[in-house]
């Protein structure tokens, strides 16, 4: 089993700052792709960043120079700092890991596994 454990969302004001973070753990051989997705109200899930084992990252045009993703490998940790916030950030956003598990025998397989969410209210 490997699960993803996210934090930090809540209420913050327009203009503030959030930083959210997610850690995977249970039974991983590696960790290729970490990223943030949202889903506002009467949404679709969107993507909001990845970043890759090796530190490339990916972000949608609406939160580039605001949002900031990164990682700890050696913690199998992702985080995205939220600064500038805006109304339309308002989501609830979800972890997302991508890469290879440990299912025993000297066996592995592919690995995709989502957080829970967490909420994230922009609003004054």
């Known amino acids: 089993q490997v699960q993803l454990v996210e934090s930090g969302g809540g209420l913050v004001q327009p203009g503030g700052s959030l930083r959210l973070s997610c850690a995977a753990s249970g039974s991983i051989f590696s960790i290729n792709t970490m990223g943030w997705y949202r889903q506002g109200p009467g949404k679709e899930r969107e993507l909001v960043a990845t970043?890759?084992?090796?530190?490339?990252?990916n972000y949608a045009d609406s939160v580039k120079g605001r949002l900031t993703i990164s990682r700890d490998n050696a913690k199998n940790t992702v985080y995205l700092q939220m600064n500038s916030l805006k109304p339309e950030d308002t989501a609830v956003y979800y972890c997302?890991?991508?890469?290879?598990?440990?299912?025993?025998?000297?066996?592995?397989?592919?690995?995709?596994?989502w957080g829970q969410g967490t909420l994230v209210t922009v609003s004054s």
């Open positions: 997302n890991a991508r890469g290879t598990k440990s299912v025993g025998g000297g066996i592995y397989r592919p690995l995709e596994v």
């Open positions: 970043i890759t084992s090796g530190d490339t990252t």
